[in-house]
């Protein structure tokens, strides 16, 4: 048997959580999609810590087993490693281990203690201001450039021979490490800024103002939404629609998924719910009420603080808005570089298939990127995509627990949401109001089945499901944090959101009367679906 590129070993005391992770790549992942992210993902995060000055230059290494790495993948999950992220906490000044273990799993184990490297406190405290200083310049013209590489090699791949579509494969892995390293310190500093603005809320008692607080940023979903709006309404082609958003698409994650510019059939079905809503609807009126409602919030957080904390809560306050926004500008720029590596790999199927070393194209996603751009499959191709396709189902029958040491005990797949009790879910409130409607259960963005008002409920988003989250009348998303995707765009859209409930999309029923609350953090079923 081959061994499955998708399941990596784990020393027995290792502990490993996907509670983050299947934001960025959910579901089971294949063969070509985590080849794609492993090492390049790795390598990208390693630079970013290095550049904050949390581990010296010999650390930015990709490490021999999976226990030393940031990373892994079981049963198909893209798993996050707790020791290993501890680690990295322990170096920062303002944080620690447990506060990281608990930002991933929700709580910390008993007995565990931070050890704090102070060591490395003074580098931290010189690189860190002095990467902030350079990232919003930095990101800016990653993205440009970026957005101008991405539109020029899709066309090219289309068309590419087997040897160019290689080198289009490795260019795309070699930029996705290049945008993975500002965007990891992107990400830490946005959560940093978070846990600030949260914790000035808290003393000026109101805690529920914190999410009011980290609005206003040129977020890029909201330009993505703004643009669907104009597509809807008639003052937007699709074809100008897809010059500039394309590369988003069900699932976008994942490398061998399809994206709008390849199939605009799940594009098209989101236009009749934004067809149906008046001017008042519109992003930008919505953007407009929610800039009063941040100046509101913000006037009322530094009334409520002693005047000696006031200059510093401003400047918090403008960190905040200037640096949150950017972890979705090096999102948009990764995912760009997904596209191309999709774009090629691709190709590259249809090349296979063509010449007889794979039966269809589509099983190039049973491939890794390393067979695919030595141009050498293996002797016996046509088995090793079988055997794949075997351990592939083995995945999707079964899911792994939230958090486990070792190796993860796989568990049925069906019977998600079965351990809930009550009519009671908590998770994060990410996104203030309280919204009381219809749950509809919405597994890919595809569904043209929500309707404007009901409540949103889905395990996780990526920017493809911006425009139903405009249209719902709340969120209830079971994977991410408070500065995850889902968390980010709902707030700028304006939508209640709990996040991190874990359980919901196997709890909640389509037609169950639910509440969300966006403060607090939790959702009540008022009323369960009719069983008929």
């Known amino acids: 048997m081959n061994v499955d590129p998708v399941d990596q070993g784990s020393a027995p005391d290792t502990l490993w959580t996907v509670t983050n992770t299947a934001e960025a790549l959910p579901g089971v992942l294949t063969p070509l999609a985590w080849t794609f992210w492993n090492e390049p993902c790795e390598m990208g ?40 992220m ?15 273990e608990e930002q ?37 013209a990653l993205r440009a450039e970026t957005d101008a590489w991405w539109r020029a090699s899709v066309r090219e791949a289309a068309t590419a021979d087997a040897s160019r579509c290689s080198a289009l494969l490795t260019d795309a892995m070699d930029r996705f490490q290049t945008v993975m390293e500002p965007h990891a310190v992107s990400t830490m500093l946005c959560q940093a800024l978070y846990e600030q603005v949260t914790k000035l809320a808290a003393t000026a008692g109101r805690p529920e103002l914190a999410g009011e607080l980290v609005t206003g940023g040129d977020v890029e979903e909201a330009a993505l939404v703004a643009d669907l709006w104009d597509v809807a309404h008639g003052s937007l082609s699709m074809e100008a629609f897809l010059e500039r958003h394309g590369y988003h698409g069900t699932n ?65 306050l403008r960190l905040a808005q200037r640096y949150v926004p950017l972890r979705e500008v090096g999102k948009a720029a990764f995912l760009q570089c997904l596209d191309v590596g999709r774009a090629a790999s691709r190709r590259l199927g249809e090349l296979l298939a063509a010449s007889g ?51 993860p005990v796989p568990i049925p797949a069906d019977d998600a949401g079965a351990d809930v009790v009550g009519d ?28 404007p008002g009901e409540v949103l409920v889905c395990e996780t988003t990526d920017p493809s499901w911006a425009s139903l989250m405009f249209v719902a009348g709340a969120l209830v998303i079971d994977i991410g944090g408070a500065v995850s995707h889902g968390a980010i765009v709902a707030r700028e859209l304006g939508v209640p959101c709990v996040i ?25 079923r008022v009323k369960a679906a009719s069983p008929f």
């Not at 790495?69 to 490693?81: D, H, K, L």
């Open 45 to 84: 995060m390693r630079r970013a810590f290095h550049r904050l000055g949390v581990i010296p230059k010999s650390g930015v290494r990709f490490a021999t087993t999976a226990d030393e790495r940031y990373s892994a993948a079981f049963c198909g999950r893209y798993s996050a490693n707790v020791d290993q």
């Open 104 to 140: 991933l799993l929700g709580a910390v184990r008993p007995g565990v203690a931070n050890r704090p490297r102070r060591g490395r406190y003074p580098i931290v405290a010189v690189s860190l201001p002095r990467a902030a200083r350079r990232l919003p310049k930095e990101l800016a």
């Open 424 to 451: 009671t879910l908590d998770g994060l409130g990410v996104s203030p109001g309280v919204y009381e409607g219809t749950a509809r259960l919405v597994t890919n963005p595809d569904d043209p089945s929500l309707q």
């Open 500 to 524: 991190g409930t874990r359980r919901a999309a196997g709890w909640l029923r389509t037609g169950d009367v639910v509440r969300v609350d966006g403060n607090t953090g939790t959702v009540t």
């Open 357 to 407: 070393a794979i039966d269809d194209p589509d099983d190039v996603a049973l491939l890794t990127t390393a067979e695919l751009r030595a141009d050498v499959l293996p002797r016996d191709a046509h088995a090793v995509v079988g055997e794949r396709r075997a351990q592939r189902q083995r995945h999707l029958a079964v899911r792994v627990p939230d958090s486990w040491t070792g190796e």
């Open 86 to 100: 501890r680690l990295m906490a322990d170096a920062m000044p303002g944080t620690s281990a447990n506060a990281m």
């Open 252 to 316: 976008e994650g994942q490398v061998s998924s399809r994206s709008w510019r390849e199939d605009t059939r799940p594009l098209r079905a989101q236009l009749d719910a934004l067809r149906s809503l008046g001017a008042d609807a519109s992003p930008a009126a919505g953007a407009a009420r929610r800039a009063t409602a941040r100046t509101a919030a913000q006037d009322e957080l530094l009334r409520a603080l002693p005047a000696v904390r006031r200059p510093q809560a401003r400047l918090i």
